[in-house]
């Protein structure tokens, strides 16, 4: 492993100072007796005035009977898409920038994708069975919410931790299954918590497994859809007078999950990992301490629909962070938060040789050879609450990204080869160190003029340094370049060393309308986000075949160029009868329209979502809950010429759902697309598993009807 030792040295060693000198310097607050839960989520900044939406568990219990996928739970929140990859492993969008443009967070903790393909992307390491509530945050997120992205924050949160009173035993927990009809689905999951007044452990596991799904219609088997994995830890917490510590230990496994728009599947996927974390109140103000650690092997070859052929693609991560925050309140109206943060990835990404190929071998390809990427950030954030209607949150942050690899080398230096080998002499005769110093601000306004009313304007100015893939993948030939990428569209990629971070600067305003008693609500939120140096793909050349025979595939090189997106998101909702306890019905609807455009080649930006419109009603009485969804998306004809984007049609979508609870029983029953529909998704890309065994080339379609049925119990 290759660490950045000065920086992280450096860095350890003032929080190791730090820590210790908040505990200490003064007599601590006598925490608050919690009666069942303590904690609050990662990544929060209390009273803030930001454009936000979260999950609650009540909205992801009532999504996850149709997915085992937590980026397609998003797709619920107003301008939050997702690029389909595996069955649990799609990739979000907010407001058309993708997820490389994304922080994502898990406990506070972000992951790192280990894949050219981006199969394990960070979303992929959790179940919506075992989460507890999801956070979405565009672009204009406060810089104290982390660095190295110009899209916005994901922070995934499981349930605090639970301590008993009264001096006993709490003993509690929940179980969960459920069973879908298309692709034959299955899994369950388990929670359990013991807990004293102080120390509280915390047990949870999930297992999940599909086969192939059939699409709408008579659209047929979607070949590559298969999958299984399962997600295993157990969380330590201590309540004492100076704080509340915890410890978090998990394992992930997944022997394979096939990838209909990419040429290679997974074919197993371990991760563990460690996470640290500390939280005190004093009277001074707050300290909040986090160290994580990660590790991932990774292996890509071809499943059943893309066999006979073999070819192992393996990789190795290795990631470790750490941050500290600390939180002044200036005065009765004002708080400072100051902080800074370590994150250090390291990636190793070879291809072995194949026995008998004249192709691949017979070397190990080196696609990255031990690159690193290192991050050093420092925040300050000042929150000023100016009435009881107007706030502010205004904040700067510095992050100082270093990179740098290894030399690389290509299978063989024969004439089959001689594109790659070219290409690894070039590569290996520069310099690949790269450093950038990256400078981000946010400005967030809260205003409520009258009662029902409230407005929110934000400007943000964010950066990004270009991952490890997009900078050091090297290999020009075709077989070796179609390996790389994550979009979905079978072409090939390879990177650029002299390759810029990416600025954005975004202006967003939102305004909300609520009703007496929260009986309605209306909220209309406009955006506009312009980006210089927006990492983008050009064109190089098209790609022949086998004995040089013609094929769809074109060679793409990542490289900067400038690109805008603007739109807005729309959402309400109105409460059509209410009875006694909570017996009610509700009507919801929400509308997302988002326009990405290339400036330097004027044509439209890759796998932008057209326009988006959801309808639900829900009824509760009683023990009884029935509601039906209704998503109408547009034809999607602004595509990628670049990248040979497929066009889909307008589509209408049917969901009904019934659940039941009985004591501490709940029962529930969906039909998901209803009617069937056929349909072609609209960021899904090409179908290259059907393409392989059809000859055709069509976007992968959307999941047909399915009958989901889940039953869970608490104790």
Same mark, same amino acid.
């Given at each position: 492993?290759?660490?950045?030792?000065?920086?992280?040295?450096?860095?350890?060693?003032?929080?190791?100072?730090?820590?210790?000198?908040?505990?200490?310097?003064?007599?601590?607050?006598?925490?608050?007796?919690?009666?069942?839960?303590?904690?609050?989520?990662?990544? /929060?900044?209390?009273?803030?005035?930001?454009?936000?939406?979260?999950?609650?568990e009540a909205d992801i219990r009532r999504l996850q009977l149709s997915t085992s996928d937590t980026a397609a739970l998003l797709r619920w929140i107003p301008g939050v898409s997702a690029n389909s990859g595996g069955g649990f492993s799609s990739m979000p969008v907010i407001r058309g920038l993708n997820e490389q443009r994304l922080r994502i967070t898990v406990d506070g903790s972000p992951i790192d994708f280990a894949c050219p393909n981006d199969m394990n !992307?960070?979303?992929?390491?959790?179940?919506?069975?075992?989460?507890?509530?999801?956070?979405? $945050?565009?672009?204009?997120?406060? $810089?104290?919410?982390?660095?190295?992205?110009?899209?916005?924050?994901?922070?995934?949160?499981?349930?605090?931790? =639970?301590?008993?009173?009264?001096?006993?035993?709490?003993?509690?927990?929940?179980?969960?299954?459920?069973? =879908?009809?298309?692709?034959?689905?299955?899994?369950?999951?388990?929670?359990?918590?013991?807990?004293?007044?102080?120390?509280?452990?915390?047990?949870?596991?999930?297992?999940?497994?599909?086969d192939r799904y059939k699409g709408g219609g008579d659209l047929g088997l979607v070949r590559s859809t298969e999958f299984a994995k399962t997600d295993q830890a157990l969380a330590l917490a201590y309540r004492s007078d100076i704080g509340l510590f915890r410890l978090k230990g998990g394992y992930h496994f997944s022997p394979y999950e096939g990838f209909a728009n990419q040429a290679m599947d997974?074919?197993?996927?371990?991760?563990? @990992?460690?996470?640290?974390?500390?939280?005190?109140?004093?009277?001074?103000?707050?300290?909040?301490?986090? /160290?994580?650690?990660?590790?991932?092997?990774?292996?890509?070859?071809?499943?059943?629909?893309?066999?006979?052929?073999?070819?192992?693609?393996?990789?190795?991560?290795?990631?470790? !962070?750490?941050?500290?925050?600390?939180?002044?309140? $200036?005065?009765?109206?004002?708080?400072?938060?100051?902080?800074?943060?370590?994150?250090?990835?390291?990636?190793?990404?070879?291809?072995?040789?194949?026995?008998?190929?004249?192709?691949?071998?017979?070397n190990t390809y080196l696609n990255v050879n031990a690159a690193h990427r290192n991050r050093l950030g420092a925040f300050a954030e000042w929150e000023r609450h100016w009435s009881d209607r107007l706030s502010s949150v205004v904040?700067?942050?510095?992050?100082?990204?270093?990179?740098?690899?290894?030399? $690389?080398?290509?299978? !063989?230096?024969?004439?089959?080869?001689?594109?790659?080998?070219?290409?690894a002499m070039a590569f290996n005769a520069v310099s690949h160190a790269r450093k950038n110093d990256n400078w981000s601000a946010s400005a967030l306004l809260s205003y409520a003029p009258a009662s029902g009313v409230a407005i929110e304007l934000g400007y943000a100015h964010k950066a990004r340094s270009p991952n490890i893939y997009e900078r050091y993948t090297w290999g020009r030939g075709?077989?070796? !370049? =179609?390996?790389?990428?994550?979009?979905?569209?079978?072409?090939?990629?390879?990177?650029?060393?002299?390759?810029?971070?990416?600025?954005?600067?975004?202006?967003?305003?939102?305004?909300?309308?609520?009703?007496?008693?929260?009986?309605?609500?209306?909220?209309?939120?406009?955006?506009?986000?312009?980006?210089?140096?927006?990492?983008?793909?050009?064109?190089?050349?098209?790609?022949?075949?086998?004995m040089m025979t013609a094929s769809p595939w074109v060679q793409l090189q990542f490289a900067n160029q400038r690109a805008e997106f603007f739109g807005v998101d729309v959402s309400g909702h109105a409460t059509l009868r209410k009875g006694a306890d909570r017996d009610v019905t509700t009507l919801t609807a929400s509308l997302a329209y988002v326009h990405g455009q290339n400036l330097s080649d004027g044509g439209p930006l890759y796998h932008q979502m057209p326009l988006d419109i959801k309808v639900g009603l829900e009824h509760r009485q009683g023990a009884l809950e029935a509601g039906v969804d209704l998503e109408w998306v547009a034809a999607k004809n602004r595509v990628d010429?670049?990248?040979?984007?497929?066009?889909?049609?307008?589509y209408a979508l049917v969901n009904l759902r019934v659940a039941y609870t009985l004591g501490s029983v709940r029962l529930s029953v969906e039909g998901?697309?209803? @009617?069937?529909?056929?349909?072609?998704?609209?960021?899904g890309g090409v179908s290259l598993g059907d393409y392989k065994a059809t000859g055709t080339l069509r976007p992968v379609p959307g999941r047909g009807r399915s009958v989901n049925v889940g039953v869970g119990v608490s104790f």
């Open positions: 492993m290759s660490f950045c030792v000065r920086p992280l040295r450096a860095f350890l060693g003032a929080t190791s100072a730090l820590l210790p000198l908040a505990v200490h310097a003064q007599e601590a607050s006598q925490l608050p007796q919690v009666d069942v839960e303590a904690g609050t989520p990662a990544d /929060a900044v209390a009273s803030a005035p930001v454009t936000g939406r979260t999950l609650s !992307s960070p979303l992929s390491y959790t179940d919506p069975q075992s989460i507890h509530a999801i956070r979405v $945050v565009p672009g204009v997120a406060p $810089v104290s919410m982390g660095g190295d992205n110009i899209g916005g924050i994901i922070a995934v949160e499981s349930a605090a931790p =639970r301590f008993a009173t009264g001096g006993g035993t709490l003993l509690t927990g929940t179980m969960s299954a459920f069973y =879908r009809s298309n692709g034959d689905g299955f899994g369950g999951a388990a929670q359990l918590t013991v807990a004293g007044e102080r120390l509280s452990a915390t047990y949870t596991g999930s297992y999940t497994q599909s997974m074919v197993s996927n371990t991760s563990w @990992f460690l996470n640290f974390g500390y939280e005190g109140e004093f009277d001074w103000g707050s300290a909040k301490f986090t /160290a994580d650690y990660r590790d991932t092997d990774h292996e890509m070859n071809f499943l059943k629909d893309k066999m006979p052929a073999n070819m192992p693609m393996n990789t190795e991560v290795h990631t470790f !962070s750490t941050a500290l925050r600390l939180e002044f309140p $200036v005065s009765r109206h004002e708080t400072l938060r100051l902080g800074g943060e370590y994150h250090h990835q390291w990636l190793n990404d070879y291809w072995p040789p194949v026995a008998g190929s004249m192709m691949m071998g017979p904040g700067v942050r510095l992050d100082h990204v270093t990179m740098n690899t290894g030399n $690389v080398q290509p299978y !063989s230096t024969s004439m089959m080869n001689m594109d790659d080998a070219m290409a075709a077989m070796s !370049s =179609r390996m790389i990428g994550w979009y979905g569209d079978g072409n090939g990629y390879f990177g650029n060393l002299d390759l810029r971070p990416e600025r954005a600067d975004t202006v967003s305003a939102a305004i909300e309308f609520q009703g007496a008693a929260q009986g309605w609500s209306l909220r209309i939120a406009p955006y506009y986000t312009h980006v210089n140096d927006y990492i983008d793909a050009v064109f190089v050349k098209k790609l022949t075949g086998s010429a670049t990248r040979n984007e497929p066009r889909t049609t307008a998901e697309n209803l @009617f069937d529909k056929a349909y072609g998704l609209p960021l």
